[in-house]
C-alpha cells in the first residue's frame, strides 16, 4: 500500500477509535455507526465536500446533515481531525453537561454543524429543504457557478423507515434537487436487531421509483465511495442516493456487525481489542498520529484558499452586478425595511376580512419589500391564501421561483422550512390549516430547538372551520404550539392585527406560527386603533374607568368580545377588553406593563378563544371564567356553531352576567 494510502486508512481508522473511545468515556452513546460510516464520511470531508474550518459559517460551503444524529460522535470526530472549534478535551466531554459535544449534533451550541438531528429522518427531510434553498438561490443570482453547493446527508436504516423520508424523498425527486447526495448506511441493524424483524421493502427500487440516481456500493470500500460520490455529485437532474452496504461497528472483533455496538460503549477490553485489530496502540487514548494530522491540515490549509479564490470570485460578481450585489445582502442579512409595519398596514384590504385573506394582502406586500420571504403550503395555498401573486412556483426549470409547491406533505413541509432557514438565505414561510400542525409537531418542535427563523401559517385556525367538522377543527392546537418552548404564536383579531402580527414575523428571528380565519371578522372600530399594540402580545383594546371585569380574547373573539362588552357596560358593567394575540410576546414584557395590562388586583376576569381552555386559568386566575372548548365540536355552518359553543356576543355577554352573579 503507498503511503497515502495507508495515511488515508489510519485517518479513517482513526474515526472510528476516537469515536469508540469518547462514548466509552461518557459511557454512553453510539460508537457502532461511526465506525461503519468513518469511510464514507471521511473520504466524503477530505475529497469533495468544500467548507471552511475557520469560518464554519461561510456561505459558498457545502452542507454535511448527519440525519442519523446517534452517530455524533462521527461527526464530532471530523469536527476535530478538520480542526474546526473542537479540542481532543471537547471528545473527552462528549455528552456531558454544557460541553459541546451533546448526545446529538446541535446546530445551536456547535460550529460546523448545520442541523440539529436526531429524531431519525428529519435530517434527510430538512437537507431537502437545504437544496432547494441552494437551488433557488442560485437561480436568483443567475450564477450557477458561484453558488453550487451540495447538500451531502449521512441517513441510516431508521431514518429510511420513517415516514418523512417518504415524503421528502418523493419531493426532492420531482424538484430534480441534483444538488442533494445522500449516503444511505445500508447496515441491516438497528437497535432491536436484524432490520429483518420490521424492515423488508428493497430501498433501492423505492428511490428509483421516486426518480433517484440510485448507486449500490461496498460502504467499506473507499475506492467505491470515491466513484460513487464523484458520480453522484456530477449526476444531473435528480437527487443520488449511495447505498452503501456496512457493518456497524466496523473494526471490532467481537461486536461488529451486532446490534450491541448500535447504542452502548464497546467495553474496556472490547475498545482494547479494536485498537488492536486496527493496529493502533491499546493503552494510548485517543491517538492521533501526526501523519493523519497533516493529511488533514494540509486539506484544511487547501480549503481555505479555495474558500478564499471563491469569495474573491464572488467580490467580483458582485461587483459588476449591482442589483445582485443588493439582493444577496437582502437574501444574506434576511433584510426587512424600517418601516415595514406602516408598509404593510398600508396594504390592508378595507372592510371586513377573514385574517386569511387580510393576511394574504399583507404577504404580497411584505414579499415585494422582503426579497428573502419564500415558501408555500402543503397543497392548500387556495384555502391558506398564502401564494405570492407576483411570483412563480418554483420548480425544474424554474428555481427562481418563491411560491413553493410542497404537496400534501406537512411534515416534510415543516421540515424543508427548517432547512431553508438553516441554509441561510430565505425566511421562509409554510403554510397548511391548523387542525395539520399536528402533522409537523417534530418539525415544529426542531424549529424551535434551532431557534430556525420559519413563519408556520395556520389557517382555519378554530372550529369556525365549520361544515368539515370535527377532523378539521383545531381545538388542542393552539395550547400545543403554546406549551413549545421558543414558539411565538400569534393570533391576530383582525385586518389591523394581521399586519402587526406580520411585521413581528417578519422581524422576529425565531420561530413563529400565525393562526389565521377562514371566516370574516369585523375590523377593530377606527376609535380603538391607536391601541393596538400587538407586538406587545397583549394591550387594551378598550376601557372603561375602574373597570370591575377584564375580558380577555384572541383572534377572532376579540371582535365578538367587544361587542360582548357594548351590551355590558350598557347595563352598567364596567368592562375592560384585553386583546391578547400572543402569551409568548406578552410574557418577554416587563412586569410594570404586564400589571399595567392585567392587574393582579382585578380578579373577575373572563377569556374567550375558540379552542381547547387548557392552559388560560394562568391569565383567568383562580376566580376566572374561560369560554373556550372543552371538546370535539360538531359539524355545521360557522354562525350555528358560534350559537351552540357561546361565542356569539349575546352568549358571552350572558355568560358574563351570570359568573358576576
Ligand atoms: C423518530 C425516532 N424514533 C426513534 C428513535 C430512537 N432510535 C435511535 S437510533 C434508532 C434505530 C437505529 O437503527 P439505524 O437507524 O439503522 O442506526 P444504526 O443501528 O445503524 O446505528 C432508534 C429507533 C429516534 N432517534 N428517532
Same mark, same amino acid.
Given at each position: 500500500?503507498?503511503?497515502?494510502?495507508?495515511?488515508?486508512k489510519?485517518?479513517?481508522?482513526?474515526?472510528?477509535?476516537?469515536?469508540?473511545?469518547?462514548?466509552?468515556?461518557?459511557?454512553?452513546?453510539?460508537?457502532?455507526?461511526?465506525?461503519?460510516?468513518?469511510?464514507?464520511?471521511?473520504? =466524503?470531508?477530505?475529497?469533495f465536500?468544500?467548507?471552511?474550518?475557520?469560518?464554519?459559517?461561510?456561505?459558498?460551503?457545502?452542507?454535511?446533515?448527519l440525519?442519523? #444524529?446517534?452517530?455524533s460522535?462521527?461527526?464530532?470526530s471530523?469536527?476535530?481531525?478538520?480542526?474546526?472549534?473542537?479540542?481532543?478535551?471537547?471528545?473527552?466531554?462528549?455528552?456531558?453537561?454544557?460541553?459541546?459535544?451533546?448526545?446529538?449534533?446541535e446546530?445551536?451550541?456547535?460550529?460546523?454543524?448545520?442541523?440539529?438531528?436526531?429524531?431519525?429522518?428529519?435530517?434527510?427531510?430538512?437537507?431537502?429543504?437545504?437544496?432547494?434553498?441552494g437551488?433557488?438561490?442560485?437561480?436568483?443570482?443567475?450564477?450557477?457557478? &458561484?453558488?453550487?453547493?451540495?447538500?451531502?446527508?449521512?441517513?441510516?436504516?431508521?431514518?429510511?423507515?420513517?415516514?418523512?423520508?417518504?415524503?421528502?424523498?418523493?419531493?426532492?425527486?420531482?424538484?430534480?434537487?441534483?444538488?442533494?447526495?445522500?449516503?444511505?448506511?445500508?447496515?441491516h441493524?438497528?437497535?432491536?436487531?436484524?432490520?429483518?424483524?420490521?424492515?423488508?421493502?428493497?430501498?433501492?427500487?423505492?428511490?428509483?421509483?421516486?426518480?433517484?440516481?440510485?448507486?449500490?456500493?461496498?460502504?467499506?470500500?473507499?475506492?467505491?465511495?470515491?466513484?460513487?460520490?464523484?458520480a453522484?455529485?456530477?449526476?444531473v437532474?435528480?437527487?443520488?442516493?449511495?447505498?452503501?452496504?456496512?457493518?456497524?461497528?466496523?473494526?471490532?472483533?467481537?461486536?461488529?456487525?451486532?446490534?450491541?455496538?448500535?447504542?452502548?460503549?464497546?467495553?474496556?477490553?472490547?475498545l482494547?481489542?479494536?485498537k488492536? /485489530?486496527?493496529?493502533?496502540?491499546?493503552?494510548k487514548?485517543?491517538?492521533?498520529?501526526?501523519?493523519?494530522?497533516?493529511?488533514?491540515?494540509?486539506?484544511?490549509?487547501?480549503?481555505?484558499?479555495?474558500?478564499?479564490?471563491?469569495?474573491?470570485?464572488?467580490?467580483?460578481?458582485?461587483?459588476?452586478?449591482?442589483?445582485?450585489?443588493?439582493?444577496?445582502?437582502?437574501?444574506?442579512?434576511?433584510?426587512?425595511?424600517?418601516?415595514?409595519?406602516?408598509? =404593510?398596514?398600508?396594504?390592508?384590504?378595507?372592510?371586513?376580512?377573514? /385574517?386569511?385573506? +387580510?393576511?394574504?394582502?399583507?404577504?404580497?406586500?411584505?414579499?415585494?419589500?422582503?426579497?428573502?420571504?419564500?415558501?408555500?403550503?402543503?397543497?392548500?395555498?387556495?384555502?391558506?391564501?398564502?401564494?405570492?401573486?407576483?411570483?412563480? +412556483?418554483?420548480?425544474?426549470?424554474?428555481?427562481?421561483?418563491?411560491?413553493?409547491?410542497?404537496?400534501?406533505?406537512e411534515?416534510?413541509?415543516?421540515?424543508?422550512?427548517?432547512?431553508?432557514?438553516?441554509?441561510?438565505?430565505?425566511?421562509?414561510y409554510?403554510?397548511t390549516?391548523?387542525?395539520?400542525?399536528?402533522?409537523?409537531?417534530?418539525?415544529?418542535?426542531?424549529?424551535?430547538?434551532?431557534?430556525?427563523?420559519?413563519?408556520?401559517?395556520?389557517?382555519?385556525?378554530?372550529?369556525?372551520?365549520?361544515?368539515?367538522?370535527?377532523?378539521?377543527?383545531?381545538?388542542?392546537?393552539l395550547?400545543?404550539?403554546?406549551?413549545?418552548?421558543?414558539?411565538?404564536?400569534?393570533?391576530?383579531?383582525?385586518?389591523?392585527?394581521?399586519?402587526?402580527?406580520?411585521a413581528?414575523? &417578519? /422581524?422576529? #428571528?425565531?420561530?413563529?406560527?400565525?393562526?389565521?380565519?377562514?371566516?370574516?371578522?369585523?375590523?377593530?372600530? +377606527?376609535?380603538?386603533?391607536?391601541?393596538?399594540? &400587538?407586538?406587545?402580545?397583549?394591550?387594551?383594546?378598550?376601557?372603561?374607568?375602574d373597570?370591575?371585569?377584564?375580558?380577555?380574547?384572541?383572534?377572532?373573539?376579540?371582535?365578538?368580545?367587544?361587542?360582548?362588552?357594548e351590551? &355590558?357596560?350598557?347595563e352598567?358593567?364596567?368592562?375592560?377588553?384585553v386583546?391578547m394575540?400572543?402569551?409568548?410576546?406578552?410574557?418577554?414584557?416587563?412586569?410594570?406593563?404586564?400589571?399595567?395590562?392585567?392587574?393582579?388586583?382585578?380578579?373577575?376576569?373572563?377569556?374567550?378563544?375558540?379552542?381547547?381552555?387548557?392552559g388560560?386559568d394562568?391569565y383567568?386566575?383562580?376566580?376566572?371564567?374561560?369560554?373556550?372548548?372543552?371538546?370535539?365540536?360538531?359539524?355545521?355552518?360557522?354562525?350555528s356553531?358560534?350559537?351552540?359553543?357561546?361565542?356569539?356576543?349575546?352568549?358571552?355577554?350572558?355568560?358574563v352576567?351570570?359568573?358576576?352573579?
Amino acid at each position: 500500500m503507498k503511503k497515502e494510502q495507508k495515511t488515508l486508512k489510519r485517518a479513517i481508522d482513526t474515526v472510528r477509535i476516537l469515536s469508540a473511545e469518547a462514548v466509552e468515556e461518557a459511557s454512553s452513546g453510539h460508537p457502532g455507526l461511526p465506525m461503519g460510516c468513518a469511510d464514507f464520511a471521511f473520504t =466524503l470531508w477530505h475529497k469533495f465536500m468544500r467548507h471552511n474550518p475557520k469560518d464554519p459559517d461561510w456561505i459558498g460551503r457545502d452542507r454535511f446533515v448527519l440525519s442519523a #444524529g446517534h452517530g455524533s460522535m462521527l461527526l464530532y470526530s471530523l469536527l476535530h481531525l478538520f480542526e474546526y472549534d473542537m479540542s481532543l478535551d471537547d471528545l473527552r466531554n462528549f455528552r456531558q453537561l454544557g460541553s459541546k459535544t451533546p448526545g446529538h449534533p446541535e446546530s445551536v451550541l456547535t460550529p460546523g454543524v448545520e442541523v440539529t438531528t436526531g429524531p431519525l429522518g428529519t435530517g434527510f427531510a430538512t437537507a431537502v429543504g437545504m437544496a432547494i434553498a441552494g437551488k433557488q438561490l442560485a437561480a436568483r443570482m443567475e450564477n450557477k457557478e &458561484l453558488f453550487n453547493q451540495r447538500i451531502f446527508v449521512l441517513s441510516s436504516d431508521g431514518c429510511m423507515m420513517e415516514g418523512i423520508t417518504h415524503e421528502a424523498a418523493s419531493l426532492a425527486a420531482h424538484n430534480q434537487l441534483d444538488n442533494l447526495v445522500c449516503f444511505y448506511d445500508d447496515n441491516h441493524i438497528t437497535i432491536e436487531g436484524s432490520t429483518e424483524l420490521a424492515f423488508s421493502e428493497d430501498v433501492d427500487k423505492r428511490f428509483k421509483a421516486y426518480g433517484w440516481n440510485v448507486i449500490s456500493i461496498d460502504g467499506q470500500d473507499t475506492s467505491q465511495i470515491e466513484d460513487a460520490l464523484t458520480a453522484g455529485i456530477n449526476h444531473v437532474g435528480t437527487p443520488t442516493l449511495i447505498k452503501g452496504r456496512t457493518e456497524i461497528g466496523y473494526g471490532s472483533p467481537g461486536k461488529a456487525g451486532d446490534a450491541s455496538s448500535h447504542g452502548a460503549p464497546l467495553g474496556a477490553d472490547e475498545l482494547k481489542a479494536t485498537k488492536q /485489530t486496527l493496529g493502533f496502540d491499546p493503552d494510548k487514548t485517543f491517538q492521533i498520529d501526526e501523519d493523519v494530522r497533516s493529511l488533514c491540515a494540509k486539506r484544511v490549509n487547501q480549503l481555505q484558499k479555495d474558500a478564499g479564490e471563491w469569495n474573491k470570485k464572488l467580490d467580483v460578481f458582485l461587483n459588476r452586478n449591482p442589483k445582485k450585489k443588493q439582493l444577496f445582502e437582502d437574501l444574506l442579512n434576511k433584510r426587512v425595511p424600517e418601516d415595514i409595519l406602516e408598509k =404593510l398596514l398600508e396594504s390592508i384590504p378595507e372592510g371586513p376580512q377573514a /385574517t386569511r385573506k +387580510s393576511g394574504s394582502a399583507v404577504m404580497q406586500t411584505a414579499s415585494t419589500l422582503v426579497p428573502a420571504l419564500t415558501g408555500g403550503a402543503a397543497d392548500l395555498a387556495p384555502s391558506t391564501k398564502t401564494l405570492i401573486d407576483s411570483e412563480t +412556483s418554483f420548480g425544474a426549470g424554474n428555481y427562481d421561483g418563491r411560491n413553493i409547491h410542497f404537496g400534501v406533505r406537512e411534515f416534510s413541509m415543516g421540515a424543508c422550512g427548517n432547512g431553508m432557514a438553516l441554509f441561510g438565505t430565505s425566511i421562509p414561510y409554510v403554510a397548511t390549516f391548523a387542525v395539520f400542525s399536528d402533522f409537523m409537531k417534530p418539525a415544529l418542535r426542531l424549529a424551535a430547538i434551532q431557534e430556525a427563523h420559519v413563519i408556520f401559517i395556520y389557517t382555519h385556525d378554530s372550529i369556525f372551520v365549520g361544515e368539515d367538522g370535527p377532523t378539521h377543527q383545531p381545538i388542542e392546537h393552539l395550547a400545543m404550539l403554546r406549551a413549545l418552548p421558543g414558539m411565538t404564536v400569534i393570533r391576530p383579531a383582525e385586518s389591523h392585527e394581521v399586519a402587526h402580527a406580520w411585521a413581528t414575523a &417578519l /422581524t422576529i #428571528g425565531r420561530p413563529v406560527a400565525l393562526f389565521l380565519t377562514r371566516q370574516t371578522i369585523e375590523n377593530i372600530p +377606527s376609535e380603538h386603533l391607536a391601541n393596538i399594540d &400587538l407586538a406587545r402580545g397583549a394591550y387594551v383594546l378598550s376601557d372603561e374607568p375602574d373597570f370591575e371585569l377584564i375580558l380577555i380574547a384572541t383572534g377572532s373573539e376579540v371582535m365578538t368580545s367587544l361587542n360582548a362588552a357594548e351590551k &355590558l357596560r350598557s347595563e352598567g358593567i364596567r368592562v375592560r377588553v384585553v386583546s391578547m394575540p400572543s402569551w409568548e410576546l406578552f410574557e418577554t414584557q416587563h412586569e410594570e406593563y404586564r400589571e399595567s395590562v392585567l392587574p393582579a388586583a382585578c380578579k373577575q376576569r373572563v377569556v374567550v378563544e375558540a379552542g381547547s381552555t387548557f392552559g388560560w386559568d394562568k391569565y383567568a386566575g383562580d376566580n376566572g371564567l374561560v369560554i373556550g372548548m372543552k371538546d370535539f365540536a360538531m359539524s355545521g355552518p360557522y354562525k350555528s356553531l358560534a350559537e351552540k359553543y357561546g361565542f356569539t356576543a349575546d352568549s358571552i355577554a350572558e355568560n358574563v352576567r351570570q359568573y358576576l352573579e
